[in-house]
C-alpha cells in the first residue's frame, strides 16, 4: 500500500471523487510511492505570491512524479468552441473558465520549476500529469494536446496502478533508473519548505483538520431526522457540527428547489456561511443575520429604519423596535419574496420578540416547509436567558464535540463545569496553554507574539486567515498590533 499524506485513512476525505481516487491510489500503489493529498503550493510571479493547489502528487521512485486533478462533475470538452463544459446536478451546462488539464499543467509546470533549482535544469526522471473522473466514463473529444493515456474516468480507475504507468510512460522521454535517495531527498527538500509542507505547526493543523472534516455517525442520524421533521429545535455543545448541520440542511431544501432563509446573529458567520454556499444554490437560498433582514426588508419596503428608533437605546431598539419593524415589513412584501424554510443558526442569542417577527417571513406560516433552530444555551453572549420557538417542541440532543480536538474540547467542557463527550477518532491536538498577564495592555502583546509565531513560515507556516484572535470589551484602538487574522470583540 502506498503512503498517503497527510496520515489519515482515504475514508476521512471529505470530497467523494477526491475519496475515491485516494482510495485506489493507496490500495493499488506499492508501499514505496508517496501520494500527497491536497497538495498547496505557494510561488512569487512578479513580486507577488500566488497560491495553487494539486490534488494529488504522487511521488514514485520507479518512475518520478506525476500530478493529477480530479473532477466529479460531469463534463466534456467542445473542440468548436475549444472549451470544457460542466453540468450542474440540475442538468444545466456551464462553460469553465479554465480546463481541468490547463490547472494540473499549471500546478506541474510550477512544482517542477521548484525541484529543477534543487535537482537540476534536466531532471533525471520522468514528470508529468493527468486528469482524473472517477465518477464518469468519458467519451468524445479531447484537447489536441491531450491523449487518452492522460484521463483517468472510471474504467480506468479500477486499474489506476496501470493508469498511472500508462501515463508515466506517455511523459518519459528518455530510459533512466530508478530514482536514487539523494534525489529523492532533494525534490523533498526542493518542495517542503518553500511550500509550506515542513512546517510542524501547519502540518499538525492539517492533520487535525483532516480528521474531523468529516460528519459522525450521530449528525448522519440527526440529518436523516430532520428530513422527516418540518420543524425541530436542535440543541448542540461547542464544537458538535451545529453550524455545519444547519448549513447541509439548508442546501438540501435548497436542491428541492424550495426558497430558503438561513439566518444567524454573527455577521463574520454570514460571511461564512456565504462563502460556503455552491453557486448553483444561491437563487434559493438568502443568508443574513436578522439585523441584516430587518434593516434589509425596512428599506425594500420603504419603512423608516434607524437604531435610535424613537429615542431608545441602541440594545432597546433590537430588543423592542426591531422586531414590530420587521412584522410590518413582512405585511407589506410579495409572499413571492417570502420564505417556504427558515433555518436559524446560533439560536442562543435571538431574543423572545425575534422569534414572533420571524413568522411573517413564510409564505405560509400554517405551513411550513421547514423550521430548524440550532442552539447552545452556553454560549448564549446576549441574552441571559434563551428562549425557543414552543411549535418546535423538545430539543434534539448533540452532546459531543466533534469539531475540535480531544484536549481542546476537555478544557471548554471544563470552562462551563461540564463532562467532556469526544466523539470517537477524535486527534488528539495539544493542550491548551494558559498565559496570565497583569492588564489587557500585555495580554495583547502577548496574544500578537503567539500570532506571529504561528504565522511565520520559518515556524508555524499558518495562514492569517487561519487565526482568530477572541477579544474583551473596547479595544479597537489594539487591533493594529495583529496581523490580518480575524478578530472578534465583546467575548
Not at 488539464?101 to 509546470?109: C, G, I, L, N
Request: hydrophobic share 40%; proline share 7%; aromatic share 10%.
Amino acid at each position: 500500500m502506498a503512503v498517503l499524506i497527510p496520515k489519515i485513512e482515504p475514508s476521512e476525505i471529505a470530497n467523494t471523487g477526491e475519496r475515491k481516487i485516494a482510495e485506489a491510489l493507496v490500495q493499488q500503489l506499492p508501499s514505496k510511492v508517496e501520494v500527497f493529498h491536497s497538495f498547496q503550493w505557494l510561488s512569487q510571479e512578479k513580486g507577488r505570491l500566488r497560491e495553487g493547489e494539486a490534488d494529488f502528487v504522487i511521488l514514485h521512485p520507479d518512475h518520478g512524479l506525476l500530478f493529477i486533478e480530479v473532477k466529479g462533475r460531469l463534463m466534456h470538452y467542445d473542440p468548436e468552441q475549444r472549451s470544457w463544459l460542466a453540468q450542474n446536478q440540475d442538468g444545466s451546462v456551464y462553460e469553465l473558465k479554465r480546463g481541468p488539464f490547463d490547472q494540473v499543467r499549471d500546478s506541474h509546470w510550477k512544482l517542477v520549476d521548484l525541484v529543477k533549482s534543487e535537482v537540476g535544469d534536466k531532471l533525471p526522471f520522468t514528470h508529468g500529469y493527468a486528469v482524473a473522473f472517477p465518477n464518469h466514463r468519458y467519451q468524445g473529444s479531447l484537447p489536441p494536446n491531450v491523449t487518452p493515456d492522460l484521463v483517468f474516468d472510471v474504467d480506468k480507475c479500477q486499474n489506476i496502478s496501470r493508469a498511472v504507468d500508462k501515463a508515466f510512460e506517455r511523459f518519459r522521454s528518455f530510459p533512466h533508473p530508478p530514482m536514487t535517495g539523494l534525489q529523492k531527498d532533494a525534490v523533498h527538500q526542493a518542495l517542503f519548505p518553500r511550500f509550506n509542507l515542513l512546517p510542524i505547526l501547519w502540518r499538525k493543523v492539517e492533520d487535525w483538520e483532516m480528521r474531523i472534516k468529516r460528519l459522525t455517525e450521530e449528525q448522519k442520524n440527526l440529518l436523516n431526522f430532520l428530513s422527516m421533521q418540518p420543524k425541530v429545535a436542535v440543541q448542540g455543545v461547542a464544537g458538535s457540527g451545529k453550524t455545519i448541520l444547519a448549513l447541509a440542511k439548508v442546501q438540501s431544501l435548497a436542491k428541492q428547489k424550495i426558497r430558503s432563509l438561513l439566518l444567524c446573529y454573527n455577521s463574520l458567520l454570514k460571511e461564512w456561511l456565504i462563502q460556503a454556499i455552491p453557486d448553483p444554490l444561491n437563487d434559493f437560498i438568502t443568508v443574513d443575520t436578522y439585523h441584516g433582514i430587518v434593516e434589509n426588508l425596512c428599506r425594500k419596503t420603504n419603512i423608516t429604519f434607524g437604531s435610535s428608533h424613537g429615542g431608545r437605546r441602541d440594545d432597546e431598539f433590537w430588543t423592542y423596535d426591531a422586531p414590530e419593524l420587521l412584522e410590518n415589513a413582512c405585511i407589506l412584501m410579495d409572499p413571492v419574496e417570502k420564505f417556504e424554510a427558515v433555518v436559524v443558526d446560533e439560536g442562543q442569542d435571538f431574543h423572545e420578540l425575534w422569534w414572533d417577527s420571524l413568522q411573517g417571513l413564510f409564505q405560509d406560516a400554517e405551513d411550513k416547509k421547514a423550521y430548524y433552530v440550532f442552539y447552545d444555551p452556553k454560549q448564549n453572549l446576549f441574552i441571559e436567558q434563551p428562549s425557543l420557538p414552543s411549535e418546535l417542541g423538545p430539543p434534539y440532543p448533540l452532546p459531543k464535540n466533534c469539531r475540535n480536538t480531544a484536549r481542546i474540547a476537555e478544557h471548554c467542557a471544563e470552562l462551563i463545569d461540564e463532562p467532556a463527550q469526544i466523539m470517537e477518532g477524535a486527534p488528539e491536538g495539544d493542550a491548551p496553554e494558559i498565559i496570565n498577564s497583569p492588564n489587557l495592555d500585555q495580554a495583547l502583546r502577548e496574544a500578537a507574539k503567539k500570532v506571529r509565531a504561528w504565522c511565520t513560515s520559518a515556524a508555524g507556516g499558518l495562514k492569517h486567515s487561519q487565526v482568530a484572535v477572541l477579544l474583551s470589551g473596547h479595544t479597537q484602538s489594539k487591533w493594529p498590533r495583529f496581523p490580518t487574522c480575524t478578530c472578534y470583540q465583546g467575548v
